[in-house]
């Protein structure tokens, strides 16, 4: 527990160090959509099925993509709830409690 929470620790500082003290952001506005509305995204996220919406985009692809059918089946789901809250984001939307 120690060693990784120290790992963890180095990665927080590192991407501290890179983003707010160097002042690189280029690229890592998806943070923000996640961010911001972090709550949205967990209610989103476990309410509503988007596996079933990445069996039908990827519907007679299970036997050409083979053993990573599921792992796109979850790129999927994460790229539309990503289309989800960056509207939000952009609509000025913030769910907060």
């Not at 299970?62 to 979850?74: F, S």
């Amino acid at each position: 527990t120690l060693y990784s929470g120290g790992i963890c620790m180095l990665l927080i500082v590192t991407v501290y160090y890179i983003v707010d003290v160097k002042g690189y952001s280029k690229g890592l506005d998806w943070f923000k959509y996640f961010g911001m509305n972090s709550i949205a995204a967990y209610c989103i996220g476990e309410t509503i099925r988007f596996d079933s919406i990445g069996h039908s985009v990827l519907f007679g692809l299970e036997q050409y993509i083979g053993k990573y059918y599921p792992v796109a089946i979850e790129i999927v789901s994460v790229t539309i709830l990503y289309l989800l809250l960056r509207l939000l984001y952009k609509q000025n939307v913030f769910i907060k409690v």
